[in-house]
T-cell receptor, first 114, second 111 residues
Framework: DTAVSQTPKYLVTQMGNDKSIKCEQNLGHDTMYWYKQDSKKFLKIMFSYNNKELIINETVPNRFSPKSPDKAHLNLHINSLELGDSAVYFC?????????????FGSGTQLSVL | TQLLEQSPQFLSIQEGENLTVYCNSSSVFSSLQWYRQEPGEGPVLLVTVVTGGEVKKLKRLTFQFGDARKDSSLHITAAQPGDTGLYLCAGAEQAGTALIFGKGTTLSVSS
């Protein structure tokens, strides 16, 4: 079983559309994250949830809305997609929020906005 | 915002060569982590260093945390094609904040 799974793997869509990416972890972790990796491979935190509560919300447009129905799931909904949203989005989880937490990443969702 | 600077950005070497990748910051970190990412996959943790001056070995990989805990290095001995990938260093400023990542070093090892 995959520890952190996200779907879809690839997402190609037109500007202005709304899309969602789903993430699930079966590790029993309390904390989940969304990271965005740009074309230069820079990985940047977007959001973090701990026990279904939002604890980190970096400077991300309001068009991005995370939702955590339970601590094993963290979905990402994006409204009015723009060209600049094209990137690889990674979901990750960790046991807690300590300084030395090991992050477990999903295999990414490559979003292409045309 | 703390920054983690990695160098070199790209490295292309032949099988059997040695190499070192660096991760530097102007800030002190309580710990630093190294991840490796292969194409089409997410990063996978290799090691966490927590004590200034600490050296950890993982087979042919040697990780060192600087004495002042502002920098770290990854040394690979006798590189193999299977070492090819993106190497990322990461650290957290304080508990409750997310890991920030360096911009990575893309390593290509050819046989």
């Amino acid at each position: 079983d995959t520890a952190v799974s996200q779907t879809p793997k690839y997402l190609v869509t037109q500007m202005g559309n709304d899309k969602s990416i789903k993430c699930e972890q079966n590790l029993g972790h309390d904390t989940m994250y969304w990271y965005k990796q740009d074309s230069k491979k820079f990985l940047k935190i977007m959001f973090s949830y701990n026990n279904k509560e939002l604890i980190i919300n970096e400077t991300v447009p309001n068009r991005f809305s995370p939702k955590s129905p339970d601590k094993a799931h963290l979905n990402l909904h994006i409204n009015s997609l723009e060209l600049g949203d094209s990137a690889v989005y990674f979901c990750a989880s960790s046991q807690g929020t300590g300084l030395r937490e090991k992050l477990f990443f999903g295999s990414g969702t490559q979003l292409s906005v045309l | 915002t703390q920054l983690l600077e990695q160098s070199p950005q790209f490295l292309s070497i032949q099988e059997g060569e040695n190499l070192t990748v660096y991760c530097n910051s102007s800030s002190v970190f309580s710990s630093l982590q190294w991840y490796r990412q292969e194409p089409g996959e997410g990063p996978v943790l290799l090691v966490t260093v927590v004590t200034g001056g600490e050296v950890k070995k993982l087979k042919r990989l040697t990780f060192q945390f600087g004495d002042a805990r502002k920098d770290s290095s990854l040394h690979i001995t006798a590189a193999q094609p299977g070492d090819t990938g993106l190497y990322l260093c990461a650290g957290a400023e304080q508990a409750g904040t997310a890991l920030i990542f360096g911009k990575g070093t893309t390593l290509s090892v050819s046989s």
